[in-house]
């Protein structure tokens, strides 16, 4: 996929409607909704993702993540939280991305790949044509206890910029951006959209100064990128 230079921003761990308004009003183009994790701060009940959901205008997406494998309980998990987009941080292991085209047709397919390395490429590369976007995290689904999001850590974004290069749907860059690095993380991995947990938030609240930082950091950043022509053509 080509460089963005003006990536779309996701604002992760919305835990109320209050959050969800804040966002869209700084200009989210998506809100995350974290249902039942092995581990994390970001999680709230499908009720309340349900609600959210529902007051979101057209134009923003609204992603369920989901830590479930089999495609039956994500089906079940989509039709409770009348979400438009399903985030699966873990990989499947009963049913196939097809199965859930087929069940929830209209509702994209974010599939996140937690980078630890060169491997990561290749998942990558391989799981790219049956989904409609890639999310790279910095998680680890090998720990006793699965870490699938909100870290707050950066993982090595030279294997970002190789992803975004070679997988020909949209990128998303998660794990550990905020205010200060998110320039960096545009001119390295230039990827489709950015996404942020941590990073905007104080005692695991959104923090409308962080969020404010972000989006005027962003806007900044894409002015001067030599590169626009290149996307043009
Ligand atoms: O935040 C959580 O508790 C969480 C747990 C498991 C999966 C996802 C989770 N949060 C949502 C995200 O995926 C984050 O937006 C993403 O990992 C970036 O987080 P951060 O590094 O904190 O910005």
């Excluded at 995290?137 to 910029?161: A, C, E, F, M, R």
């Excluded at 001119?187 to 969020?211: A, H, Y």
Aim: hydrophobic fraction near 40%.
């Amino acid at each position: 996929m080509k460089q963005t230079t003006k990536p779309r921003v996701k604002i992760c761990c919305i835990s109320s409607i209050e959050e969800a308004k804040m966002a869209i009003i700084y200009g989210a183009s998506a809100l995350g909704l974290v249902s039942a994790m092995p581990s994390g701060i970001g999680v709230i009940s499908e009720e309340l993702i349900a609600e959210i959901s529902a007051i979101v205008p057209p134009g923003v997406c609204t992603f369920l993540f989901t830590s479930k494998q089999d495609v039956k309980s994500i089906i079940e998990q989509q039709r409770r939280c009348q979400v438009n987009t399903i985030q699966i941080c873990d990989y499947l292991t009963l049913g196939k991305y097809q199965d859930l085209r087929d069940a929830m047709p209209g509702i994209a397919l974010v599939q996140v790949i937690h980078v630890t390395g060169e491997e990561s490429v290749k998942e990558a590369v391989e799981v790219s044509p049956l989904v409609d976007a890639i999310l790279l995290d910095s998680g680890n689904k090998y720990l006793p206890i699965k870490q699938l999001g909100g870290t707050g850590k950066v993982h090595n974004w030279d294997i970002s910029k190789k992803i975004r290069e070679l997988v020909d749907v949209p990128v998303y860059l998660a794990g550990g951006l905020n205010s200060e690095n998110v320039t960096a993380a545009i001119k390295q991995v230039s990827p489709f959209g950015l996404d942020i947990c941590t990073g905007v938030r104080t005692n695991n609240k959104l923090d409308e100064m962080k969020l404010s930082q972000f989006f005027s950091q962003i806007y900044y950043s894409s002015f001067g990128v030599d590169e626009v022509q290149n996307f043009r053509e």
